[in-house]
């Protein structure tokens, strides 16, 4: 698993890549955290499309991290990129975080600004 | 199929590629399959834990014992009707911490797990845990034309 953290149109993009799970979670909120820490009032965007696959460590961390952003350090909402044809999405959907997170189809639309997240689409 | 697994953090991974390989084998429609990996990574996952203490911020894992096994069994099942289902076992020897313990956000991969299969039983006992799910049923493979 390798997230790679790149500037692009005013937003840190952290593509994420390889199996979220109990051995690499760790290295996805570590990423964030820094990500957070340097965001200097951009948005942070969260490329899942090359993920291939999403444990419940994975869905934890895209929960708090969405929550920390908000809540508890006055950030923009995390954004995440997931394609609807993988795996990602599936368990995204069971736990309902599709309700919570702010998903887009891809990194251009995360970046694009304005709201159109996949669940309201 | 039959794994012995250690208790470590790799197991999950190994478990996935061990079940793909499997069910793959055994013509399983690709849907199915990936629901019932996704099953087994977080039984595995969840064993796995169960032979971790945490610390009570929840932010620091040690080890209770040296790193235990992990047994993972797998058998499909044909009806007369040449409808199949799959059944496994996941099995450890670790020690179930009540979710109310670990903090918030700790449900998810029970919830997983009910949905990527049809039954879901888990028996917690003071030396381990036996996960048994049972996968939906899948209609038989169409006959190939000579």
């Given at each position: 698993m390798t997230v790679r953290s790149s500037d692009q149109d005013g937003a840190i993009v952290l593509t994420v890549s390889g199996d979220v799970d109990g051995l690499t979670a760790s290295r996805l909120r570590t990423a964030i955290a820094e990500a957070f820490d340097r965001l200097d009032g951009r948005?942070?965007?969260v490329d899942l499309t090359d993920v291939t696959l999403l444990g419940s460590p994975g869905l934890r961390i895209l929960r708090n991290s969405a929550d920390e952003a908000v809540h508890h350090r006055g950030l923009l909402p995390l954004r995440i990129v997931v394609d609807a044809t993988r795996p990602v999405i599936r368990p995204i959907e069971i736990v309902g975080l599709d309700q919570v997170l702010a998903l887009?189809?891809?990194?251009d639309h995360a970046l694009a600004g304005g709201d159109a997240p996949i669940a309201e689409g | 199929m039959e794994a012995v697994l250690a208790a470590e953090w790799v197991a999950p991974s190994i478990a996935r590629?061990?079940?793909r390989r499997w069910?793959?084998?055994?013509?399983?429609?690709?849907a199915h399959r990936e629901d019932l990996v996704l099953a087994i990574s977080e039984a595995v996952s969840n064993s796995v834990e169960h032979g971790y203490g945490i610390s009570a911020d929840?932010?620091?894992r040690f080890p209770l014992t040296p790193p235990g096994t992990i047994e993972l069994h797998g058998q499909v099942i044909t009806h007369a009707d040449g409808v199949r289902h799959v059944e496994f076992t996941i099995r450890d020897h670790g020690r179930w911490i009540p979710p109310a313990m670990l903090g918030g956000n700790r449900g998810h991969g029970m919830a997983i797990m009910s949905a990527c299969a049809?039954?879901?039983t888990i028996d917690h006992t003071p030396v381990g845990t036996t996960v048994v799910v049972r996968s939906r049923p899948l209609p038989r493979p169409p006959l190939r034309l000579a």
């Open positions: 948005l942070l965007v887009y189809h891809s990194v | 590629d061990r079940v069910l793959t084998a055994h013509r399983w429609s690709r929840d932010t620091t049809d039954k879901v």
